[in-house]
């Protein structure tokens, strides 16, 4: 999830108005937490501790998804199944995870090379 959308649901769950969430940030006015919330900015360090602390997370927390998406392992195909599943219905994902399953437990087609004449 991005940060943009982690803040706004825990601002949400919390109660929290942008304007209230600026209060609570030295030196940061609530266009400013407005534009986090939509994700055209990005906090600073001391800014992300200081939400971190208002909306009750660990820093951290607030990262969880940038920390995935930085995940070297993952390759750029991963990324994009992702986020075709993030977009599907729940019923989807699951018929999604069904075929994902069945074609994990057979082996991958060979592939074969035509000899050139």
Same mark, same amino acid.
């Given at each position: 999830?991005?940060?943009? %959308? /982690?803040?706004?649901?825990?601002?949400?769950? +919390?109660?929290?108005?942008?304007?209230? $969430?600026? /209060?609570?940030?030295?030196?940061?006015?609530?266009? #400013?937490?407005?534009?986090?919330?939509? &994700? *055209?900015?990005?906090?600073? +360090?001391?800014?992300?501790?200081?939400?971190?602390? #208002?909306?009750?997370?660990?820093?951290?927390?607030?990262?969880? *998804?940038?920390?995935? #998406? $930085?995940?070297?392992? +993952?390759?750029? &195909? =991963?990324? =994009?199944? $992702?986020?075709?599943?993030?977009?599907? %219905?729940?019923?989807?994902? &699951?018929?999604?995870? =069904?075929?994902?399953? &069945?074609?994990?437990?057979?082996?991958?087609? +060979?592939?074969? %090379?035509?000899?050139?004449?």
């Amino acid at each position: 999830m991005p940060l943009a %959308t /982690t803040l706004r649901l825990l601002a949400k769950a +919390r109660g929290l108005s942008p304007t209230d $969430l600026a /209060t609570a940030i030295p030196r940061v006015g609530a266009a #400013t937490v407005s534009a986090w919330l939509r &994700g *055209e900015k990005m906090p600073g +360090r001391d800014q992300l501790d200081a939400l971190a602390r #208002t909306l009750g997370v660990p820093a951290g927390a607030l990262f969880a *998804e940038l920390a995935q #998406t $930085l995940d070297p392992a +993952r390759t750029a &195909g =991963e990324h =994009e199944l $992702l986020a075709a599943y993030r977009a599907m %219905t729940t019923r989807q994902q &699951g018929a999604l995870l =069904e075929i994902a399953r &069945g074609l994990a437990d057979r082996p991958a087609p +060979r592939r074969t %090379t035509r000899a050139k004449k």
